[in-house]
């Protein structure tokens, strides 16, 4: 297997209050990695470090690669996020929202035939403004529109926050379609049981510090638990 995202010895900075300490990690190919962690633990910070948002120190890997230039590189290597928030176009359709991810001009197999298959109610509401739709479907949304940019990576940052136990359970069939399909996931997310359905392993933040990780078995034990106030 590739690596497909890697940080080493990073650190990340908001108008000099540090978030992030010396934090390494990888994420290989295909695989689904669950960032757990209490609120302001550095994991929405660890996200957007790809980007550049904060400050960032270190080194950070995609493909192999460390980036270099602007924000547009990580889409155009293969990593998507799918945002907190959702920050969906209320100016445009359903459609049009989705087919913004085709920016990044990567090829692959995900067509608005693919994205409508994998969420239905969306091509129900195709031609509606895309902030007419409930929140769980936004939230599908988002995620179509990440899908469209054929990530080798695809991240998302609590992507059930907010969302009914039914919804929930679609996005979580989602994610396990789009892992089938060999694209890997680095999962932010509060709902413990939604990492250890999808993913295969967690690492854990505490203070903006790597503290601990493995298989997501392990989240069941007390010391763990303890470890990052779960």
């Known amino acids: ?27 290989e190919e295909g695989e689904t990695v669950g960032l757990v962690g209490r609120n302001g633990a550095g994991k929405s910070t660890t996200l957007l470090s790809v980007y550049g ?5 270190g080194e950070i890997l995609v493909a192999g690669k460390p980036l270099r230039g602007g924000a547009h590189v990580p889409t155009s290597r293969g990593v998507s996020l799918v945002p907190q928030g959702k920050r969906i176009f209320s100016n445009l359709t359903v459609e049009e929202n989705i ?33 007419s739709l409930s929140g769980g479907e936004q939230q599908m949304l988002a995620i179509a529109r990440s899908l469209m940019s054929e990530p080798a990576l695809l991240m998302l940052d ?4 907010g969302l009914a136990p039914v ?4 996005i979580v069939e989602a994610l396990m379609e789009i892992q089938s399909r060999g694209t890997a996931l680095l999962l ?11 993913a295969q392993r967690y690492l854990a933040l505490r203070s903006g ?7 997501v078995s392990q989240l069941e034990d007390r010391a763990v638990q303890e470890l990052i106030a779960l």
């Open 209 to 215: 510090q790597l503290v601990g990780e493995g298989a």
């Open 188 to 198: 932010v997310e509060q709902h413990i049981g939604m990492i250890q359905k999808v």
């Open 167 to 170: 919804i929930i359970d679609a």
């Open 53 to 57: 948002v904060p400050q960032v120190t």
């Open 99 to 131: 087919l913004l991810g085709r920016a990044s001009r990567r090829h692959g197999s995900w067509t608005l035939d693919a994205v409508y298959d994998l969420f239905p109610n969306l091509a129900r509401g195709k031609g509606r403004p895309g902030t």
């Open 158 to 161: 609590e992507p059930t926050e």
């Open 1 to 27: 297997m590739s690596t497909v995202l890697e940080f080493r010895h990073v650190s990340a900075s908001y108008a000099g209050a540090r978030i992030l300490q010396d934090v390494s990690f990888a994420i």
